[in-house]
C-alpha cells in the first residue's frame, strides 16, 4: 500500500517537473514567437523602418535649416540632433507597430492564444528594439558623414543601445495604452517623451562625451552610464509586472 | 483597509485637518521671518528655503502615495484607490510647480539667473511635464474601469522618473545644492551650501516640513470629499432620471 502511494507521488512530482519544463520552454518560444511575427511581417511590409529612416533623415535636413549652415555649431549640436531624431522616429515605429496590431485585429488573435501577457510585451519590446536599432546604425554613419563626429566608436554605440532598451521599454507599455483611448496616436508623444527623458539626457550626456575629441574617461560616465542601466532595468520591471493590466478586456 | 478608507467620516476629519493646517502655517511663518536667523552669505533670500523644501517634500510624498494607490488599485480595483491617486497626483503638481517658482525666485539672486538648464532643474521641469500627461491621459479614456487602470499603470511607470530624478542630483555635476546625503564625488565642487548652518535653522525646516505635510493630508482630505460629493450628486441625477423618465 505504502509502497504503492510513494509510487503515485513519485509519478505526480516527475509530471509536475514536466509540466513546468514545457511551461518555461512555452515562455520563451512565445516570446519568440511574438518576436518573428513582427520581423515577417516586417520583411513582407517593409512599413515600419523605412518610414523611421526616411523621416530621420527629414529632421536632419529641418535641423540643418536652424542652423543656418553654421558648421561648428552643426558640430556642437549633433549628439543632441542624433537622440531627438531617435525619439521622434520611435514614437514613429512604435505607433505603427502597435496599431497595425490593432487594426489587423491580430492583438485580439493573439490574446486569445495561450499566451502570457508579460511574453507579448517581452516580444513587442524585443521586436522594436531590433527596428528602432537598425533604423540608427543606419542613421550613424548618416551622421557621421553630415557631422564629422566619432559616433562609430563603440562605447558609443553601446550607449546608444542600452538608451533605445529603456525607451522602447516605456514605449511599448504607454503605446499599448495610448492606442486604445480616442486619441491615439497623438497622445503618444505627450505621455512618453517626458516619462523617458531623464535616461535618454543622461544617455546624451555620454554620447557627448565619448565622441569629444578627448574622449571621457569611464570613471567621468560612470554615473550617467549606471542611471541609463536603472531606468532600463525599472521600465523593464515595471512593464513586465503590469502589462496584464493594460491589455486587459 | 479598503472598505474603511470608503467608510472613513470625511465630514469630520475636514474641519479638523482645515484648522490645523492653518494654525500650522501661520506658526511656521512667524518662526521662518522671526526665529531662523538670517543666512550669512545670502541673506534674507535664504528664507525662501523653508518654503522650498517644504513643497518639494510634499510633492515628493504626493507622488509616492500616487504610486502606492496605484498599485493598490491594480491589486483591487475599488474607486477609492484611484481617487486618492488623482487628488495625490494634482497636489503633487500644485507643489511642484510651487517648488519650481520659489526655486527660481530664489536662482536670480544666487545664480544670478532665473533659470539654469542644470540635471536637477530639467529633471524637475520633466516630472512636470510627466504628470501633466496623467491627466491628459486619463482626459482620452471614456470607460471608467479602463481609465482607472491605465492611469494605475501610468503612474507606476512615472514613478521611475521621480526616483531618476532624485538621484540625477547625486550622479551629475549640478549647480543646485544637495541637503540630504552626499553628493558623489564627481558631482562635488559646484555645490557649496551651508544653508543649514545653525541648529535654529535646522529646527525652522523642520516645523516647515511638518507644516506642509499636514497641509498635504488637509488637501487630500477636501479632495476626498469633494470627490465623494460629485460621486453622490452623479448617483441622485441618475436616480432622477430614472424614475422620471421611465
Do not use: C
Not at chain 1, 542601466?229 to 493594460?246: E, P, S
Not at chain 2, 526665529?35 to 509616492?64: C, D, K, L, S
Amino acid at each position: 500500500m505504502s509502497e504503492g502511494n510513494t509510487v503515485v507521488s513519485r509519478d505526480k512530482s516527475a509530471g509536475v517537473e514536466r509540466d513546468t519544463a514545457q511551461e518555461k520552454i512555452s515562455y520563451f518560444s512565445s516570446v519568440w514567437a511574438i518576436v518573428w511575427k513582427d520581423l515577417t511581417t516586417e520583411r513582407h511590409t517593409r512599413q515600419l523602418i523605412g518610414v523611421m529612416l526616411v523621416f530621420a533623415l527629414t529632421a536632419v535636413v529641418v535641423f540643418n535649416f536652424a542652423l543656418f549652415g553654421n558648421l561648428s555649431a552643426a558640430r556642437e549640436a549633433a549628439t543632441g540632433f542624433l537622440w531627438v531624431t531617435i525619439l521622434l522616429a520611435g514614437t514613429l515605429g512604435l505607433n505603427r507597430s502597435l496599431i497595425s496590431e490593432q487594426e489587423n485585429r491580430s492583438m485580439e488573435a493573439i490574446l486569445i492564444s495561450p499566451v502570457e501577457r508579460s511574453a507579448i510585451y517581452l516580444g513587442k519590446v524585443i521586436s522594436v528594439t531590433l527596428f528602432t536599432l537598425i533604423m540608427e546604425f543606419a542613421l550613424v554613419p548618416i551622421f557621421i558623414v553630415l557631422f564629422n563626429k566619432p559616433f562609430w566608436r563603440p562605447p558609443v554605440l553601446a550607449v546608444l543601445v542600452l538608451g533605445t532598451i529603456g525607451y522602447v521599454a516605456a514605449g511599448v507599455l504607454v503605446t499599448s495604452m495610448s492606442v486604445q483611448t480616442k486619441a491615439r496616436e497623438v497622445l503618444l508623444p505627450v505621455l512618453l517623451l517626458p516619462l523617458t527623458l531623464p535616461s535618454v539626457l543622461a544617455a546624451a550626456q555620454v554620447t557627448a562625451a565619448l565622441t569629444a575629441p578627448v574622449p571621457a574617461s569611464w570613471n567621468e560616465i560612470q554615473f550617467a552610464v549606471a542611471l541609463v542601466v536603472a531606468f532600463d532595468i525599472f521600465m523593464l520591471t515595471a512593464g513586465f509586472l503590469t502589462y496584464n493590466y493594460v491589455i486587459e478586456d | 483597509m479598503t472598505a474603511r478608507l470608503e467608510r472613513m467620516n470625511l465630514d469630520r476629519i475636514v474641519p479638523i485637518l482645515n484648522i490645523l493646517a492653518v494654525t500650522m502655517i501661520i506658526i511656521s511663518l512667524l518662526v521662518n521671518f522671526f526665529y531662523a536667523p538670517t543666512e550669512t552669505t545670502m541673506g534674507n533670500v535664504q528664507r525662501i528655503f523653508y518654503f522650498h523644501v517644504g513643497a518639494a517634500w510634499v510633492a515628493a510624498v504626493g507622488f509616492f502615495v500616487a504610486l502606492i494607490s496605484g498599485i493598490a488599485y491594480l491589486r483591487k480595483p475599488a474607486n477609492i484607490w484611484d481617487t486618492i491617486a488623482v487628488a495625490s497626483v494634482e497636489i503633487g503638481l500644485v507643489f511642484t510647480s510651487m517648488t519650481i517658482v520659489s526655486g527660481s525666485v530664489w536662482g536670480r539672486p544666487a545664480w544670478n539667473t532665473w533659470w539654469i538648464w542644470s540635471p536637477r532643474l530639467t529633471s524637475i521641469t520633466v516630472l512636470w511635464l510627466v504628470y501633466v500627461a496623467y491627466f491628459m491621459l486619463r482626459g482620452a479614456v471614456e470607460d471608467e474601469d479602463k481609465r482607472g487602470r491605465f492611469a494605475a499603470v501610468y503612474v507606476v511607470a512615472a514613478f521611475v522618473t521621480v526616483i531618476i530624478t532624485f538621484f540625477s542630483i547625486r550622479l551629475l555635476r549640478d549647480i543646485h545644492p544637495v541637503l540630504f546625503g552626499e553628493a558623489s564625488e564627481a558631482a562635488q565642487g559646484l555645490q557649496k551650501f551651508d544653508g543649514l548652518a545653525s541648529t535654529k535653522m535646522v529646527i525652522s525646516l523642520n516645523i516647515s516640513v511638518l507644516t506642509f505635510t499636514v497641509l498635504f493630508l488637509a488637501w487630500l482630505a477636501n479632495r476626498l470629499r469633494l470627490q465623494r460629493l460629485v460621486d453622490k450628486v452623479t448617483d441622485l441625477k441618475s436616480q432622477f432620471m430614472a424614475r422620471y423618465q421611465g
